[in-house]
C-alpha cells in the first residue's frame, strides 16, 4: 500500500507558522485523498485536513483560515501550511488518506506551540 513520512514539525511561539510534509511511497498515491490529522496527549487523534487528488479541500472548523493543505502528487507529497499557531494545536501530526485512515500510521512530527 502507501508508506508515508511526516516531517516539519517543531517548537514555535503562538502565532508563529510552521510547514509540514509528508512523503509517501507508492506510485499508487495520486488517486487517494490524503488528510492530515493531530493527537494530543490524553485525546483522540483528530482528522485536522483533507484534499482530494484533483485539489478540493476540506478543514476542521478550528483550523479553517489558519492552515491551508496541498499537494504535489508529481512528487508524492502532501504539505500542510501552519499559520497563526495557537497552543491548542499542539500535538502529534500525522498523514493518512482521508476521510478514512486506510494506510498504516507513520511517527508523525511533533508541533509545540508554546510560550
Known amino acids: 500500500q502507501v508508506q508515508l513520512v511526516e516531517s516539519g514539525g517543531g517548537l514555535v511561539q503562538p502565532g508563529g507558522s510552521l510547514r509540514l510534509s509528508c512523503a509517501a511511497s507508492?506510485?499508487?498515491?495520486?488517486?487517494?485523498?490524503m488528510g492530515w490529522y493531530r493527537q494530543a496527549p490524553g485525546k483522540q487523534r483528530e482528522l485536522v485536513a483533507y484534499?482530494?487528488?484533483?485539489?478540493?479541500?476540506n478543514y476542521v472548523d478550528s483550523v479553517k483560515g489558519r492552515f491551508t493543505i496541498s499537494r504535489d502528487n508529481a512528487k508524492n507529497t502532501v504539505y500542510l501550511q501552519m499559520n497563526s499557531l495557537k497552543p491548542e494545536d499542539t500535538a502529534v501530526y500525522y498523514c493518512n488518506t482521508a476521510p478514512e485512515d486506510l494506510g498504516s500510521w507513520g511517527q508523525g512530527t511533533q508541533v509545540t506551540v508554546s510560550s
Open positions: 484534499i482530494f487528488s484533483g485539489g478540493s479541500t
Open positions: 507508492g506510485s499508487i498515491f495520486s488517486i487517494y485523498a
